[in-house]
């Protein structure tokens, strides 16, 4: 199968976690694209989309599913989103397409994570994709070299401003054995918005695209 072919397989698995009658969060990347074609054949079953990316809203809306403001909505059963990198225990990297601090605002509320991947985006070790954390503008320099001084090699995303107005350092180099660590380290870097470390808040399952058919990683509490 191809890559699209598997993503298309876990959008499509995805869509059995989707609760009838209730917000349904929706991720950004082209595995969550596939997920909004899909969800687009059964949007009568839903109440709306809340979304976290202009991208999303836009594939969404052009579907005729209504996306709703975060701020208007207090229950989100479900969050679907992919990842650039994900453990068997739920822990992601995120934010290769830089929409990472909608996504993790999104994920914050939905009471379940459902991630879809296929089968490349599994790792045993976070840290081979670089690492995105969106910043200040006026924040840049600072924040790179205290990324240095973690060890990391950060480059600056050129040409690139997020939905929110900020940049992205995407930092390699790292082999992120503790993942709630880290994320807890540069979130306390001032003028870091968010870091693409998804693990305090993780996966709650993980949907992985592989040529046998699509497997179920769920952490063990
Ligand atoms: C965007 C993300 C995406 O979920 C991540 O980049 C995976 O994208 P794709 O499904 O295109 O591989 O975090 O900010």
């Known amino acids: 199968m191809t890559q699209d072919e598997l993503k298309q397989a876990v959008a499509r698995e995805a869509i059995k976690y989707v609760v009838d009658d209730a917000w349904i969060g929706v991720g950004s990347g082209t595995t969550a694209s596939f997920f909004i074609d899909e969800l687009a054949k059964m949007k009568h079953r839903i109440k709306g989309a809340v979304s976290s990316s202009e991208k999303s809203t836009a594939r969404l809306k052009g579907y005729g599913i209504e996306v709703e403001e975060l701020n208007n909505v207090d229950n989100v059963p479900v969050y679907v989103d992919g990842a650039d990198e994900v453990t068997k225990w739920g822990a992601m990297i995120k934010g290769g397409g830089g929409a990472l601090t909608r996504e993790k605002i999104v994920a914050a509320v939905a009471r379940k994570f459902v991630c879809i991947v296929d089968a490349s985006k599994l790792v045993p070790v976070l840290g081979k994709f670089p690492l995105p954390v969106e910043v200040i503008p006026m924040a840049r320099s600072y924040v790179a ?29 790292l082999a992120i054995e503790d993942p709630g660590k880290l994320e807890t380290t540069i979130n306390g870097i001032a003028g870091v918005v968010t870091v693409g470390l998804f693990a305090h808040r993780g996966a709650d399952v993980t949907l992985v695209g592989t040529d046998r058919g699509v497997e179920t990683l769920t952490p063990i509490a």
């Open 145 to 173: 070299r205290e990324l240095v001084r973690l060890g990391g090699q950060p480059a600056w995303r050129m040409g690139f401003t997020t939905d929110n107005g900020n940049l992205i350092l995407d930092v390699s180099g």
